[in-house]
């Protein structure tokens, strides 16, 4: 059986396709339309995945949307007039929206697909994220906990995830916290609070969070209030998302922590002003991972369960996460890699094949589940555009050049392999450069990036000599790892090598890469470590700031143009900035 | 084939002081272009991904990577003149690929390359002239250098898109190529018609439902306010979907 998953009309739309209970293929829209977080219905991601599976359409069984949308629109109506009539623009708005669009979302699926109404189906939000977390891991039974802004009602969830002697598997939801209690809203409020745009800034909160002390909890405990089990509980008077579009908090927010940051303004460190933000951040972000801790407690306490899986906005909370796996109680802890709404669609597609009866895959899912571009393709591609570059032949010729060029402080882009699925590039879309040279960061920075300075790089490590530079305490985060999902501290030895990928609170969020699913990665870590003895580098994606991570060779040669990356590598093929 | 400032319609040079009349008008406008050349990048990168002739391949390739210069350059150059302005403006995030390629077909998207790209050079030819002018020179000439810099690319991107139309029409397909040019000018009046509804469209809708929301709501919102459940922590519940009527319901 086929089954087509789309998540869309929020943000970060996407499409997966799961072809007998095995995941084919899986692709965010924006990676193809490169247009960042694009919401709009994934139908060249459709067409991606189609694809690759080598099918069309009409050989899909099912498609199925990632959430039921008459019972959101249930929230957002029974919201606008609950803020009568100060909810009038998102009234307006809303309206607009649903009763142009989204209401008819089944026949609009139908037209635009190119299929009929009565092969779409609709899952359940949070049950979507449910299953993308639990189907893919290789775990029997489970707690699934999820947690983000809001789904249709639920803005949390405790799920329970089984396996019967015949195979299938049996995930339900056991219990719930509904809109307005939510952490993702309240992280996102601030995060719009501290100037950054919100389902973006996220990131740049927790990266903030590092250089501040949470000395705003008390006052934030007046704008959430957070029980023993994670029971959240919102004072609205401190938000306006209840009933704006545009404003996610309210002035009273601003007469509790001081003036919201002008986006404009950048945030400096040194003066009084930038610590008061980085504080605000630190208070959140704290608050953030209590609640995560005493909800995964609650999911252990209501379930029996020794295992955890998480999804949902809020789980690629990486320091959040690592938390969770030390005090929670949990044996493993396991977090999808695309653990936002745009992991919803796979999950939805893995729930009706489960439901409909289809054997659950039970080999490991690879992180780059988006589309490949075989070696001649791209060499075919470079010679008719006439760019210059070298053609190696082996993996070792091409590793061990690439090794030595980043030993020697350059910085280049990695496109092997299909795109990663999940906002983590890990080796497939990447930006490399040596983490021991304390500088990289910033020269990163000045060339590609152009972040703010207060946001970490992540390292790369080779699994088996990770342990040398991080503090991984056994095998605690090594469901979280792999993606990039868990922040760790860094060893001595980690803080006195690594200074590019050291945070300032001695952390970093380690991925560890073992040959399954990056081969070529791998044999690059290993290259470089025969190098320079240490088997790490620094990986960032493969983007411009406010562009979202290339998805082809052309958009890899349209960064590296307008970047300043010394090199770029796709497949086989070394594009040298000199030469180019 | 080539425009010069005097063959630039009246109305663009007449217009020129008023639409960059202050740094913030000037930002803004300088970031609308950054998201036009974006945008237009995107579809040329995506026909050299697209195109099979390597000749036309090497050559959207190449205007790709210019549009692509341009945007970057653009938004610089507005960010320079009123960080402020652009501080909420991200022109890759509302930057849109159109697909032209795919969707108009190869003679169709080589004719509104030609005609798009006739008409950004004019304009970027009157405003190199604009910020040129003494007047506007003392904190502008950087603007007048940049526009002046496009234009040279925006002049090779026209020749090398007429060369192209040219070339079929010597090889019998005259009629072809003048048809596309009318279907492309077509569709440009059409969008640009959509283009100037759709405001007008946003606030008349906004209107009429913000009337509903005040005369005929009230009711409903005291009802709605009335039944509101707190949220109370967790709830035990038990939900599964484990049947193809639970798939189907949309609630």
Redesign the interface.
């Known amino acids: 059986m086929r089954i087509l998953g789309i998540s869309a009309l929020f943000h970060d739309s996407a499409a997966a396709l799961v072809d007998g209970g095995r995941v084919v293929a899986a692709v965010q829209e924006e990676r193809l339309?490169?247009?960042?977080?694009d919401a709009r219905l994934p139908l060249e991601a459709a067409r991606e995945c189609l694809a690759q599976g080598g099918l069309e359409l009409a050989d899909v069984d099912w498609v199925?949307f990632y959430e039921?949308?008459?019972?959101k629109f249930?929230r957002i109506l029974?919201t606008?007039?609950?803020a009568?009539?100060r909810?009038?623009l998102r009234?307006?708005?809303a309206?607009?929206t649903w009763l142009g669009d989204r209401l008819w979302?089944?026949g609009r699926l139908a037209r635009e697909l190119g299929t009929s109404a009565d092969r779409i189906?609709?899952?359940?939000h949070h049950?979507s994220h449910a299953a993308s977390a639990f189907f893919p891991s290789p775990l029997e039974r489970a707690a699934v906990l999820t947690v983000d802004g809001v789904g249709e009602w639920t803005t949390s969830a405790?799920h329970h995830a089984t396996t019967g002697d015949d195979g299938r598997a049996?995930?339900?939801?056991?219990?719930?916290?509904?809109?307005?209690?939510s952490m993702g809203l309240l992280y996102s409020a601030i995060t719009a609070y501290l100037g950054f745009e919100v389902n973006v800034g996220e990131y740049m909160v927790m990266g903030l969070a590092a250089y501040g002390e949470p000395r705003f909890l008390p006052e934030l405990s007046r704008v959430a209030r957070l029980?023993p089990?994670?029971?959240?509980?919102?004072d609205m008077r401190y938000f306006a998302f209840h009933r704006s579009d545009a404003q996610s908090f309210s002035p009273r927010l601003e007469a509790l922590l001081g003036p919201a940051r002008?986006?404009?303004t950048p945030i400096d460190l040194d003066t009084a002003e930038g610590r008061r933000l980085a504080d605000v951040a630190a208070s959140v972000q704290r608050l953030c991972e209590d609640y995560l801790v005493a909800a995964a407690r609650?999911a252990r306490r209501?379930t029996g369960e020794a295992d955890l899986c998480l999804a949902g906005g809020v789980a690629l909370n990486c320091v959040a996460n690592a938390r969770v796996a030390r005090e929670a109680g949990f044996d493993r802890v396991v977090v999808h890699p695309a653990a936002g709404d745009a992991g919803g669609a796979l999950g939805a597609a893995l729930?009706?094949a489960n439901?409909?009866g289809e054997p659950r895959d039970r080999a490991t899912l690879s992180p780059q589940l988006g589309r490949a571009w075989a070696d001649e393709e791209v060499r075919g591609?470079l010679?008719?555009?006439?760019v210059r570059h070298t053609a190696f032949d082996d993996d070792d010729a091409l590793v061990t050049e690439v090794a030595r060029r980043l030993a020697r402080g350059e910085v280049g882009g990695w496109f092997q392999g299909g795109s990663e699925w999940g906002p983590r590039a890990l080796g497939g879309r990447s930006i490399l450069a040596d983490a021991r040279d304390p500088g990289m960061a910033d020269r990163v920075n000045a060339r590609v990036k152009y972040r703010e300075p207060f946001r970490p790089f992540a390292p790369a490590a080779l699994a088996d000599d990770a342990h040398r530079f991080f503090a991984l305490d056994g095998g605690r985060y090594e469901g979280l790892t792999p993606h990039m999902l868990a922040v760790v501290p860094l060893t001595d030895a980690g803080r006195a090598e690594l200074p590019a990928v050291c945070h300032a609170d001695g952390t970093a969020r380690v991925q560890t890469v073992d040959s399954r699913h990056h081969p070529r990665f791998r044999a690059l870590l290993e290259a470089f470590r025969a190098e320079t003895g240490v088997g790490v580098l620094l990986n960032t994606s493969l983007n411009?700031k406010?562009?979202p991570i290339c998805g082809?060779p052309?958009?890899a040669?349209?960064t590296f143009?307008?970047s300043d990356l010394d090199f770029l590598v796709v497949e086989r093929c070394l594009v040298d900035k000199r030469a180019a | 084939m080539i425009t010069t400032t005097s063959d630039a319609p009246l109305l663009l040079r007449l217009a020129a002081p008023l639409a960059w009349r202050s740094d913030r008008a000037i930002a803004q406008k300088l970031m609308g272009f950054a998201a036009t050349e974006q945008g237009s990048a995107l579809d040329m990168l995506r026909a050299a991904e697209r195109e099979a002739d390597p000749r036309l391949r090497r050559l959207f390739f190449k205007h790709g990577r210019d549009e692509a210069r341009h945007a970057m350059r653009f938004r610089e150059a507005a960010r320079r003149v009123d960080p402020r302005a652009v501080a909420r403006a991200s022109e890759a995030a509302r930057a849109e690929r159109q697909d032209l390629h795919e969707r108009l077909g190869l003679m169709r998207f080589v004719a509104f390359v030609w005609l798009s790209e006739r008409r950004a050079a004019k304009q970027f030819e009157v405003l190199a002239a604009h910020f040129a002018r003494p007047a506007a020179a003392g904190s502008r000439a950087e603007l007048a250098r940049l526009f002046a810099d496009i234009v040279k690319d925006e002049r090779f991107h026209v020749s090398y898109s007429r060369a192209i139309l040219d070339a079929w029409c010597a090889d019998g397909r005259e009629r072809e190529v003048r048809r596309a040019l009318r279907a492309v000018r077509v569709h440009g009046a059409w969008s640009a018609w959509r283009r100037a509804g759709r405001p007008f469209g946003t606030v008349l809708s906004g209107l009429v439902l913000g009337v509903v929301f005040v005369a005929a709501m009230p009711l409903f919102a005291l009802v709605a306010r009335l039944t509101r459940r707190p949220a109370a922590g967790w709830e035990p519940v038990r939900t599964e979907l484990a049947s193809l009527d639970d798939l189907r319901r949309q609630f």
């Not at chain 1, 049996?170 to 209690?181: D, M, N």
């Not at chain 1, 089990?229 to 919102?234: D, T, V």
């Not at chain 1, 010679?383 to 006439?386: G, Q």
């Open positions: 339309s490169r247009k960042k977080n199925v039921k949308p008459i019972a249930d029974q606008s007039l609950g009568w009539p909810g009038i009234f307006t708005r309206m607009r979302l089944e189906l609709f899952s359940d049950l405790i049996r995930l339900a939801t056991v219990a719930r916290q509904r809109f307005p209690g029980g089990a994670g029971e959240l509980a919102l002008d986006p404009a609650e209501v729930l009706v439901a409909l591609f010679r008719d555009v006439r411009l406010g562009e082809s052309v958009d040669l349209a143009d307008r």
